[in-house]
């Protein structure tokens, strides 16, 4: 059964259309959808970048590389290193604050994952603000229909952000870099084959998660540089026998490999963040919100909260019934709910500030979770938000929304997206204000951009 | 079930062990050996360090990092940088031979990914050669326990050298930084969480096994420096239900990752190769030179050869019979056992030469493989080689070994090891004869240098 190395013949639809897509081919909608996406990732970069765990490996990134290079190190008042060292530095920064984008058929957050080494790469090789955007719509197109061929059960031990992630920043800087088909593919093995990240420092609020979005962008991004070098990875690392779903998935689907390729934008069904915690609290911290609006609830009316999850959130949120730290909290559904309940929003500052609070604490001992079988099976192409609120006098009451905050159906307008990166900005505190709103507005004009230079 | 970060109680005796092991806990015959270990390393290096695959990745290296820095590049005339795109380098320079050594019982190839991150970060941190061995036995001893641990499930999907190594390599650097216990683990959990690397790429006979190396021994070199920097990783990456067995194992077992720690020393278990190929080839292409040698065979005497193996050698080298290229011929049980029956040994030169001549491919074409049941019963703890040879003028003759050259029970002489590595620098021709010589003889000494310089 041994082939011979992939010839013209063998190129799998992905690798050909990240590899040709241009930008001119995106539907506007689709354009604008991915600049949405674009101010809304740097917000959490501004966020994320001061964090502990992001200087952690900011500091490794920038003793690794050189101490001057092409690439911003973003928020580090003009500190500027090689591709792939920007890349490990800025993807760290953009998944810690939890506003990120998430992709919910695949559960998926793209922009950690993408816009860190295309960035990178763009600012290296002097490539135009259409070439940077229209590599990262492949890196999403790409990164999602990976995570959804995926699966499930791929999804309850791996951290697909992580893994198909490395898939993402391939095709994107694959694109920057104009690779062949041909080398295309070659990158997406090379990426494939650098897949990585396990759930399992969730039970201890470690720090992996930025390590995940670091390690994936620094992997694909060296995936991608090879192949233009000529340097050959697997011809099927998707389906092959010894590939990535033979190795990492027991419900993998090929077909949502190709699903739609240059008719169905994935890309545009991607959500925005609006409460910073992890994105499976957000269906039943809005029901809640409605439920708690449309009866005039106050926080002594709440008994007890039932959320009625899919399987995936009891996997992800279940462990955690004690957060030790802000971050976990935010994986903590009791927590996520009592800072609804008790601000109109769970933000960042109602995390850090809030999270331990004794009011906190006595509302989210009154939320539970249970299994669902429509919200499961309405999963993960739709997130549906159903709780039931049992009140002190004795009442059942129920809240459902159907697509949450930030869900493409239920958006952010450029003006709340705006207001959001600048909130986000301001919560970082790497820049000032002046300096944070000049660049978000530059931001904006992405794809008018000669050149890419310094986003700061 | 929410815990508290690792407490000095709950720290996995594998991550105290390598945290506290010394140079002088390690038995004399256990330290020789680790010599001999790192002398080998050293001629597999300079053999691989201009291989095509190698270069790419050396040249991707030598981009992303500082043009000069405290770690040498090997074989690249002084070239430096910094100790993570050092160890990139080299790492991928160490496999690409298939000439560095192999542990049977976790088919795990430890000096790929031991010796060039902890080589890089020795000479960045002015360790000691002492200093230096030890934390590469922790390496072994670390990386060789995974490998168990993950078991046989795991090897058929994937590269052991890849996915342990990335704990192996955080091991040796993680003990050159003095990492405490508790730092220790979290490096491992950052390193486990990394742990990536599918055979897929063998179907087409791709570059990824250099890739592997490279990115096992950075992946592990950064988990360790990040968790000096107090950066966290899961309490329990190997057997947590979302870590590493979860989501890549089916038969992993717990008791191989402390099984005689301290008095069992999987170091000296370690074999060198001898023929310049896949190890599973190894035991049949002995049992062949000694039937042959029994019975003064002649090629035009051989009609067929079956080669009675273990089922990982089957999962391996089945799907390779016709190689397409010099690295898959290296894997490929008709190709090897036709350069030993014709030269008495599989070297570089041999498959360079002759890998694809008319007699080579002609013998090829007379080698089957049948799964037995004695030797896979005995793998991976012994590699038995059994062949059955059916002579033209119609005999069966048996032959055997139970120890091919270079194991344990058949080990090199320190005279064999030197010829070997002066044999695998004139192959990769990176360096002079005279360098060479002069280079190995001094790494016999390492145990005596009082820091570690340049190589070369």
């Known amino acids: 059964m041994t082939k011979n190395p992939p010839s013209s013949t063998a190129i799998h639809p992905l690798a050909r259309f990240a590899a040709e897509l241009r930008w001119q081919d995106i539907p506007e909608p689709v354009q604008r959808r991915a600049e949405d996406l674009w101010v809304d ?52 920064a953009s998944h810690v604050a939890e506003q990120d984008d ?17 960035l990178a790469v763009a600012q290296s090789i002097g490539a135009s603000g259409e070439e940077l955007m229209a590599a990262c719509v492949a890196g999403y197109e790409v990164g999602i229909r990976v995570g ?34 041909e080398q295309m593919q070659h990158a997406f093995g090379s990426a494939g084959t650098q897949s990585a990240g396990l759930w399992e420092f969730l039970r ?17 991004l060296m995936a991608a540089y090879l192949a233009r070098d000529d340097f050959t990875g697997a011809q099927d690392i998707f389906t092959g026998p010894q590939g990535l779903a033979a ?17 169905r934008w994935a890309t545009a069904e991607t959500s925005f963040k609006w409460h910073a915690s992890c994105r499976h609290t957000h269906p039943a911290a809005d029901a809640l919100l409605q439920v708690m609006h449309e009866h005039n609830l106050k926080l002594q009316d709440i008994a007890h909260i039932t959320c009625h999850v899919h399987q995936g959130a009891i996997d992800v949120l279940g462990p955690v019934v004690s957060p030790a730290t802000v971050h976990q909290s935010k994986f903590s559904m ?10 109109g929003h769970a933000g960042l500052t109602e995390f850090d500030d809030e999270y331990l609070a004794p009011e906190t604490v006595a509302l989210r001992g009154k939320v539970s979770m249970v299994l669902d079988p429509e919200v499961d099976g309405a999963y993960p192409r739709r997130w549906l938000g159903r709780v039931t609120v049992q009140t002190a006098d004795g009442r059942q009451l129920t809240g459902r929304v159907d697509e949450p905050k930030g869900d493409p159906g239920n958006t ?19 820049v000032s204000p002046a300096d944070a709103e000049a660049a978000v507005q530059r931001l904006w004009q992405v794809a008018q951009w000669p050149r890419v230079e310094a986003l700061l």
């Open 102 to 118: 998430v992709h919910n058929g695949s559960v998926f957050h793209p922009a950690a994952v993408v816009f860190p080494p295309a």
């Open 334 to 343: 009791g927590t996520v709910l009592a800072l609804a309940a008790r601000f």
């Open 148 to 181: 959804e061929f995926l699966g499930r059960s791929h999804y309850k031990i791996f951290h697909t952000t992580a893994t198909a992630g490395t898939l993402a920043a391939a095709a994107a800087v694959g694109r920057l870099l104009e690779l062949s088909p």
């Open 41 to 92: 990732w740097f917000g959490s970069v501004l966020a994320g970048c001061r964090a502990r765990p992001v200087a952690s490996i900011t500091r490794f990134a920038r003793s690794q590389g050189p101490s001057e290079g092409p690439s911003e190190v973003i928020g580090h008042a003009g500190a500027s290193t090689s591709p792939m060292m920007a890349a490990l530095a800025n993807a760290a």
């Open 247 to 263: 190795g990492m998935s027991r419900d993998s689907d090929p077909t949502r490999l190709t699903d739609g390729l240059g008719t």
């Open 204 to 220: 201890t609020a470690a720090d992996s998660k930025q390590l995940h979005t670091a390690h994936a962008a620094a992997a694909g």
């Open 412 to 430: 952010l307008t450029r003006g709340e997206l705006t207001a959001k990166a600048l909130r986000l900005a301001a919560y970082g505190g790497a």
